[in-house]
């Protein structure tokens, strides 16, 4: 694949390194001169001056021949910049990283790939390392105003032998994992015990949905 990494910081380097590993053809636009200078001389990539706004070194970078770009400055603006040209050049791929929550909704109705908060993937790797037996954190969604997560019922259990339709109020279950096969939750679905539940709940509920469990 031909790659573009706007922004040479740690994610762009770090990145970097990582795709010319693989073998990847990889572009990495730095603005900061002495950055470029220092990328130059640690990362098997062609490394560009200049900002990655600029249409000319994007050209300079072949993006009418590029498979990805992936905007990573610190700057939700200039990132939102970068994906706007990527997408006049068609890009097929188009990843940006996002800095602040609320300029999510933005990088969304761009349209692009995806974009990936930081913030939020930092909070994410830390409380999956307290998170308690039992449970895996997924996501966070709705502007982190909701929690998607996997819960196993345990034998003790208030929901075990109970329908969805029953035990459905404050949070939705969006699948169920039973002894290795996906069961397509319906409102007759009785919960088992071992069953693994994917749940979907407001952040103030999760607390009390777990102790259903």
């Known amino acids: 694949m031909k790659i573009i990494i706007a922004g040479g910081g740690q ?77 006049d050049f068609k890009v097929p791929t188009i990843v940006a990283r996002v800095n602040d929550t609320s300029s999510e909704e933005i990088f969304m109705k761009l349209g692009i790939t995806a974009s990936i908060n930081t913030t939020t993937s930092a909070v994410f790797a830390f409380k999956k390392a307290i998170e308690k037996p039992g449970e895996r954190l997924i996501s966070l969604v709705a502007g982190e105003k909701a929690e998607i997560f996997e819960k196993v019922v345990s034998n003790n259990s208030q929901l075990i032998n109970r329908t969805l339709n029953e035990v459905v109020n404050e949070f939705i279950i969006c699948a169920i994992y039973r002894s290795g096969d996906l069961v397509k939750p319906k409102p007759n679905t009785k919960i088992q015990e071992g069953d693994i539940i994917v749940i979907c709940a407001p952040v103030e509920s999760v607390k009390k949905v777990r102790g259903l469990f």
């Open 11 to 87: 994610l762009g380097t770090k990145l970097a390194e990582l795709c010319a590993k693989e073998k990847h053809d990889v572009v990495v636009v730095e603005k900061e001169e002495k950055v470029a200078e220092n990328l130059g001389e640690k990362l098997d990539a062609l490394i560009l001056r200049g900002d990655a706004t600029d249409r000319k070194i994007l050209k300079d970078g072949n993006i009418e021949h590029c498979d990805a770009l992936v905007a990573l400055t610190g700057d939700d603006k200039t990132n939102l910049m970068i994906c706007e040209v990527a997408k």
